[in-house]
Each structure stands twice: as structure tokens, then as C-alpha cells.
């Protein structure tokens, strides 16, 4: 950590447990951070052995990832990382975390490419580390009574959530903008700190720095201040300051091509950019003194909070002072400096390289030789890989002339480099749900009880819904539902049918009724699906439907819905439909229906049992209708009542714990949010409700079927035209339409019937009605002569054949007029051919 110490000596193998004050003695800066840092390693400690490697603790286990329609949030709550505290606050957006700056890829950019199909899963996890905060940082650290004084500083936790593929089934190429540039150039550092893929999405692995890693090792040799200088006989520390030297990693590689800075104040003198315009760099101080200030010659390094917050962490630039101008607090360095963004606490820390050797990208280390630092200081790298950050800290004490190398006389020579912790921890594993067509999460944490209750309750034995055949939150259709019925599975075997009934599985169905328009009713009650058979019984087919709802017919609507009581529950809503508000009234239809079981399977089937089946689905699929002609689509809600829905009896009767809670997902049209369900489901309870729900469109049907040039003659050269005329030439459409807009792409099958046909008329392939859309179009093409004046007259057919096998179609008339051909003559002369007059029968 780069602050103004006199030296760090903490040493954990040393195993000190405090610091104690003599009396009459130095307190120095060391021996309070020695104290500090005993107390945060024992605290650590214990808390890893208490937690383990990471945990949350129960009940407030925070870093929760979830999806909200193209964005990861984090939740809430407390997580430990080998011993170190994270706590979040709030529930947070991906993109809105204070130390991941313009994270690349996005959160919204992963999950498309999830959903695309690109990659197969999407890794989250926690980044851990520690960094120093000064009064640049934080002003509250200077104190006004002391004219803004420079006080001490403070250690703390950075930790950010990053996502990245877990895998990819195409290339994905991201590197085209500014960001994923950098991050492309990174890509070498990048691979030593992004976890591995794995079979296992929660099983995130890291790969360890590559071996050797490099090391350094100091002693005094003589020389002067200049490190352009060449060794000379030992002669010990030559400074007149006692100083903590900081030798750190500029560019990572090999001993051939990593580079080095150095410091003599540990990198500890900084100051923040006002400004910068070509060569000068405008500050806000040229620092305390002369000896913590800035000098031609020296070196200083730019950056700002990207560099230290950015997708992946690195160093910034260094530029050579030429001169210093202070009554412009200004820095004239020696070639022009890069633009910074002055809302990302930019600033200038200087370092101390001279000589030759030392450039903008570092100095280079030379393995095996001993490199003059200054003061008599020499340090020597082996040959070995460095990673950038890595850094030494070497003691420089005038008064003894030497330095204090290795630390306090212990161990080698040759030391390996301090890097700097960086700790990770997977979250979450996000993968496509191709079933259900929606993104799912897998928590990848560990949580922990705290030490009050390392014996948790007993989780009571339950029944758990693990299934439903419905689509939870989206839309299916009549007659998916008259064929599969409604189908619950269990982790364990089904309640008996004797104590199965719509009082413990209520199926309600909420029917949107829009309030139109009188023309609007006419239309709907004078629509051929409504069978006219059906109109005259409806006022006497009440029985067949609950008492709250009546329906009658009239000459303006083709329902009345009557409330009785309070028992009729209304709720108006509103639905936005071409541009036009229309509102909506819903009302609750509780549907019997019968029940049975296989296995652990509850399958509940409407209708079942009644005598005039046939009337009773014509009439609820009559009332869902009415709202599909709005798009104000019916709701089905599920309820699965936990306190008296059991199976087993006695010592072995357990209940149903079907509390399922929500997750954000999509609908099968990937674009519409909707709310999922996490199963199985179960809170840890003796009992609980289950609850969910669907939408219900009627089934599809064709409402008509219009030719628009319904009789035509086809003629000796070819043409077809309206019956009666010669020209102009037509080409006969077909135009299919619903009985409401398609809820999906919709087959249409189209025969042709009559005499003759498939010489006549050419044949039809299947339609598709894209979804959204009511009508559809082919063309009828006549391909060939009836041969006969007299109207030949075909049927046109199409027809839907539903999830259940029913079949719905409607016809429409088509005739062709043909012509006769005239025998052929005997066979002319030349002269005679000339002679006669051409004439031709066109019939």
C-alpha cells in the first residue's frame, strides 16, 4: 500500500499477538500498524475457521444474483470471502457498482448472448481486495481545525460482482470498441485472473500465476544519486534520509521483457490533475515540501480511478517532468500527455528512476545483475515471470547506513515479491431454460448459521411441487387445455382422490370481458361461431355453469354477465389494443373439474363429467373469446391449498410446503417479462400454499374464408378473367381469417374440391399466419381448361386442426368457365388457308 510509512514489519510466522507501550520510549508509525495488522489477521483467521472459505449467514446472505429483464441485480445482505466482511446495502444493478467502472461485456450484452444461443451459461462471481484510502480519497480524512491537515488513512474492503461466459458455442468478438481494445490488450494479464471454465458452472476455478515467479534481492554497494551511475565498492547507504524504498512491476513478462519503477517514498507522493493541454499537466499542489515534491527529470504516473476500477485492473501512464513551473502549478512534461477525465480523480504520482535505462514503459530488469538504485542501493531480479503490481519494499536508515534487507535479518537474500491480494468467490451460474423458454439461475453460495444456532430447526417432512404442465405466466390455448388438463407433480406420492377436491385445488378462472361498443356486440353475436343452436339454449344452459355468472342471449350481445351478491368478484382493468383504450372487466369463474392421480402426479380435467359436455365448452370458450378479441386474454389461477392437501395418515401424514417463489424471466416470445417460478417448491414449513397462474386464449378457429374474384373464366390464351369478360386479367387471392389474432404462428391446411381439380386448379401448400396477425392470403391459380362453357363450380376448404385433434374450417365457392376447343378441319391448300377467314370459338 502506497503511504507515507516508515516501514511495514508485520510477519504472521512470528506469531505476535500485540503491541505494548514502554515508557520513555519512540512510538513509531510501524508499531501502531503492526497492531492493526495482528488484529486483522487473528480476526480473519477466526472467521475463516468459523465460516469456512466463503458464506453468507442465514437469513441475510447477501449477493443474491437475480435477472430483471436484461439486467443482473445483486441483492442485498452480508458474504465473507476467506475471512474478509462484504457487505451491499442495497439491491444494486450490474452496472451501477462504484468499483466496476464500464464493465466490458455488459450485463445486458451476456444475456443476449445467452438467450441467442452464443454461450451456454454466464459465470458470477465476487472479486475481493483491499486498498489504501488517503485524504485524496476521502476528504474527510483532512482536519479543518488544522487548516485541512493531512491526518492518517484508512484500509478498505473493494469488492465488485463481475459476470463473464462460461462457455461459448460460437466465437463472440467484442473487442471492437474502445473497452474491449484495452481488454484484448490485457488479454494475457486477463487470463491469470478470470476463472476457467468447467463442467461444473459453479465450480469457477482460477489458474495460479505461471512459475517461477521472479524475485529480488538488495544491498548497498556505494554510488550516488544518479542510477545512470555505475556501482561502486561497498560503502553502505549514503542518503542522508531514512527513506522506504518501493520497487514495483510496471509491465508483466519474463525476465526479458517485464519492467520496473521505484520510489523512494513508497510511492506515497501524489496529487490530483485540474487539467491537462499538450505537455502541461495542471495539479492541485507540488506537494508539501521540496523533498515530497516534483523535479525535472522525475518520473510520474497518470491514472485514474479506471485504472484501479476497470474491467481488468492495471497501471497507469508514466511521463518524464521536464520542468516545473509553481506559480501555474503545473507539470511541463517532455512529451504531450493523453487527455483524463477530471470526474474520475485523476492524478499524478511520482516516482524516482533515472538514468538512461529508465523510459515510459519502465525500466528493464537485466536478471542476474546487480542494477544501482541510488544512495549505494543495488537490487538484482532472477530470471522468473513478474505480474504487474508486484512490488519489494526496502528500509533505508541513514544513521546505521544500511538497509534493512531481508526484513529484520529473516530469510534469503533473494525474496519473492508482496502482490497484492486478490480474492474470488462464485455467486451464481446462469444458463437458458430451453424447456420452459426462460433464463434460470443457480446460487452458487455457501451460507452458514451463526454460532447461536449451529443445531438449525428440523425441517419438517413435506410434500414439494417439483412440476406443472402449464406455462407459468404465459399464454396456451382452450384446447391445450381440454386435452392435457392441468398436472402437478410431487416429490412424493399423490394425496388420495377421496380428499381431492376444488376446495383444496381451486381453478379459477378470471374472464376478461371488454366493454364494447353496440356495433361491436352485434358483430361478436353475430358471428358464425356462435351456432344458432347454441343462442336459443343458452338462457336454459345456466346450470352448467357456477351461479355467480348467468349468461343470455339477445339480439345486441351474446352475454349479459349478472352479478349475485358479493359472491362476484369484479375488477376492472385496461388494455391498450390498436391504439385504442378499451376497458375490462374480470370475473371470477370457479371451474369443477375431476381429478386423478398416477404416482405422484394430480392431473385435473375440466368437464370431465358433465352430461352436455359439448354445450359447456362451446360456452366458456364463447367467454374467452370476447376478451381475445381485445387481446384482453383470460387468467387461470392454480391454488394448491397447503394446510389441507396431505398425503399418508397418522404418524406418516405430511402436507404440502408449495411455496414457490418468483424469478424474473421471459416468455416463449423472448420478449415479454413474465414472472417464473423456482422449483421444487417449499420454505422449510410444515405446510404452505401453492399458488400460479396462466393465460387462456379460446381455441383458434377460421372465421371466414373470402375469394376476391369468386367466378372466372379461363381463356384460349391463357388469361384468366372475371366470368363474362375478355379482359382485364385477374389473379384470384384467397384471404383466410381467425376468429382472433394468432397467439403463435398458426398452420392453415387448404384443399380444393370439385371436378376435375387437379387439372384445373392448381394445388394449395399448408398457410402459416404469422403470430399477432388474424388474416392470411394464397393465391387460387387456374391451371388449366374445364372444357366445357358451363361453370364448373369447386370448394375451397380451410381448416385448423386443434391441440385435441378437432378439426375447424370454413369454405368458400370458386366456379371456372372453360372453353371448347373446335375440332380440326380438313386440311387446307395454301391458296385456301389465304382464302378463308380466321375465326375461333372463345365460347
Known amino acids: 500500500m502506497k503511504g507515507d510509512f516508515s516501514r511495514i514489519r508485520f510477519n504472521p510466522r512470528k506469531h505476535y499477538t500485540s503491541v505494548l507501550q514502554q515508557q520513555g520510549r519512540v512510538a513509531l508509525d510501524a508499531d501502531g500498524n503492526e497492531q492493526c495488522s495482528i488484529i486483522e489477521y487473528i480476526r480473519e483467521t477466526e472467521t475463516t475457521d468459523i465460516v469456512g472459505p466463503v458464506g453468507g449467514p442465514v437469513g441475510d446472505e447477501g449477493f443474491a444474483i437475480t435477472i430483471n429483464r436484461n439486467t443482473i441485480q445483486i441483492g442485498a445482505g452480508r458474504y465473507y470471502v476467506d475471512g474478509i466482511l462484504c457487505e451491499n446495502e442495497a439491491l444494486l444493478d450490474y452496472t451501477q457498482q462504484p468499483y466496476l467502472l464500464d464493465p466490458s461485456p455488459t450485463d445486458a450484452e451476456l444475456l443476449a448472448d445467452l438467450t441467442s444461443g452464443l454461450i451456454t451459461s454466464i459465470q458470477v462471481y465476487l472479486e475481493v481486495s483491499k486498498r489504501l484510502v488517503t485524504s485524496r480519497d476521502d476528504i474527510c480524512l483532512r482536519e479543518p481545525a488544522l487548516g485541512q491537515a493531512d491526518t492518517t488513512v484508512r484500509v478498505q474492503t473493494v469488492w465488485r460482482v463481475l459476470a463473464r461466459a462460461g462457455s461459448a458455442v460460437k466465437p463472440v468478438n467484442r473487442f471492437t470498441s474502445a473497452a474491449g481494445a484495452r481488454l484484448a490488450a490485457d488479454a494475457a494479464t486477463a487470463a491469470l485472473l478470470l476463472p476457467k471454465p468447467t463442467t461444473n458452472c459453479c465450480d469457477m476455478t482460477w489458474p495460479l500465476p505461471p512459475a517461477p515467479i521472479g524475485t529480488l534481492g538488495a544491498q548497498t554497494g556505494g554510488g550516488s544519486g544518479d542510477c545512470s551511475c555505475q556501482p561502486v565498492p561497498a560503502a553502505g547507504y549514503l542518503g542522508i534520509e531514512n527513506q522506504l524504498y518501493r520497487v514495483e512491476i510496471q509491465e508483466s513478462g519474463d525476465e526479458t521483457t517485464a519492467t520496473f519503477k521505484c520510489s523512494r517514498e513508497n510511492g506515497s507522493v501524489v496529487v490530483g490533475i485540474t487539467g491537462v493541454s499538450g505537455k502541461a499537466v495542471y495539479v492541485d499542489s507540488l506537494g508539501p515540501d521540496a523533498n515530497l515534491g516534483f523535479a525535472s527529470g522525475q518520473w510520474v504516473e497518470i491514472s485514474d480511478d479506471t485504472d484501479q476500477f476497470g474491467q481488468t485492473p492495471g497501471p497507469g501512464t508514466l511521463y518524464q517532468i521536464d520542468k516545473v513551473i509553481p506559480e501555474r502549478l503545473t507539470l511541463q512534461m517532455t512529451e504531450t500527455v493523453a487527455q483524463v477525465d477530471t470526474t474520475r480523480n485523476p ?162 378462472f378470471e374472464v376478461a370481458l371488454p366493454i364494447l361498443s353496440t356495433s361491436e356486440r352485434l358483430a361478436i353475436a353475430g358471428s358464425a361461431l356462435v351456432p344458432q343452436a347454441l343462442k336459443d339454449s343458452v338462457a336454459s344452459a345456466t346450470a352448467l355453469i357456477p351461479n355467480s355468472v348467468k349468461v343470455a342471449a339477445s339480439t345486441t350481445s351474446v352475454f349479459t354477465a349478472v352479478a349475485k351478491g358479493s359472491a362476484l368478484n369484479i375488477a376492472k382493468e385496461f388494455v391498450n389494443f390498436q391504439q385504442r383504450e378499451v376497458a375490462v372487466f374480470r370475473v371470477e369463474v370457479l371451474l369443477d373439474g375431476e381429478f386423478s392421480t398416477a404416482g405422484s402426479t394430480i392431473t385435473w380435467t375440466p368437464f370431465a363429467s358433465y352430461t352436455n359436455q359439448v354445450l359447456a365448452v362451446t360456452l366458456l370458450d364463447l367467454l374467452l373469446f370476447i376478451g381475445a378479441t381485445e387481446e384482453a386474454f383470460s387468467r387461470v389461477r392454480v391454488k394448491l391449498a397447503g394446510r389441507s392437501l396431505f398425503s399418508g395418515a397418522g404418524a406418516n401424514q405430511i402436507y404440502l410446503d408449495g411455496q414457490a417463489f418468483g424469478t424474473p424471466g421471459v416468455r416463449a416470445d423472448k420478449v415479454t417479462a413474465n414472472v417464473g417460478l423456482q422449483l421444487p417448491s417449499g420454505n422449510s414449513a410444515k405446510a404452505s400454499d401453492f399458488e400460479s397462474w396462466f393465460y387462456l386464449a379460446p381455441t383458434l378457429s377460421v372465421l371466414s374464408l373470402t375469394i376476391d374474384h369468386p367466378t372466372v373464366q379461363f381463356n384460349v390464351n391463357g388469361t384468366v378473367t372475371d366470368a363474362g369478360t375478355a379482359t382485364p386479367a385477374v389473379a384470384p387471392m384467397a384471404t383466410i381469417t381467425l376468429n382472433y389474432a394468432a397467439p403463435a404462428d398458426t398452420t392453415v391446411t387448404v384443399t380444393i374440391n370439385g371436378p376435375d381439380s387437379s387439372g384445373v386448379i392448381a394445388p394449395f401448400s399448408p398457410l402459416t399466419i404469422k403470430s399477432g396477425s388474424k388474416t392470411g392470403q394464397f393465391p387460387v391459380t387456374v391451371i388449366g381448361n374445364t372444357g366445357t362453357l358451363t361453370p364448373q363450380v369447386y370448394s375451397i376448404v380451410a381448416q385448423i386442426t386443434d391441440i385435441s385433434g378437432a378439426t375447424k374450417s370454413q369454405s368458400a365457392s370458386f366456379s371456372v368457365k372453360g372453353y371448347i376447343r373446335k375440332a380440326p378441319g380438313p386440311r387446307l391448300t395454301t391458296r385456301a388457308k389465304i382464302a378463308k377467314a380466321p375465326t375461333e370459338n372463345n365460347g
Request: net charge neutral; proline share 10%.
Open 347 to 508: 492524478r499524478a504520482r511520482r516516482w524516482d528512476q533515472f538514468g538512461a535505462s529508465a523510459v515510459s514503459a519502465g525500466v528493464p530488469l537485466a536478471a542476474n545483475t546487480w542494477l544501482p538504485l541510488e544512495n549505494g542501493i543495488q537490487i538484482r531480479f532472477t530470471p522468473g515471470n513478474y505480474l504487474t503490481g508486484d512490488y519489494w519494499l526496502i528500509p533505508a536508515r541513514a544513521a546505521s547506513g544500511e538497509i534493512d534487507w531481508p526484513p529484520c535479518g529473516d530469510g534469503p537474500l533473494q525474496r519473492p515479491p508482496i502482490r497484492p491480494r486478490v480474492l474470488r468467490a462464485p455467486l451464481a451460474c446462469i444458463t437458458w431454460d430451453t424447456a420452459v423458454k426462460q433464463i434460470s439461475v443457480k446460487d452458487c453460495r455457501t451460507v452458514f448459521y451463526p454460532l447461536t444456532e449451529l443445531t438449525p430447526p428440523a425441517v419438517p417432512t413435506a410434500l414439494h411441487v417439483t412440476a406443472i404442465n402449464w406455462p407459468q405466466d404465459d399464454v396456451t390455448t382452450f384446447d391445450w387445455l381440454l386435452k392435457n388438463g392441468l398436472q402437478v407433480t410431487l416429490d412424493g406420492t399423490a394425496p388420495s382422490l377421496q380428499y381431492l377436491s376444488a376446495a383444496n385445488f381451486t381453478v379459477t
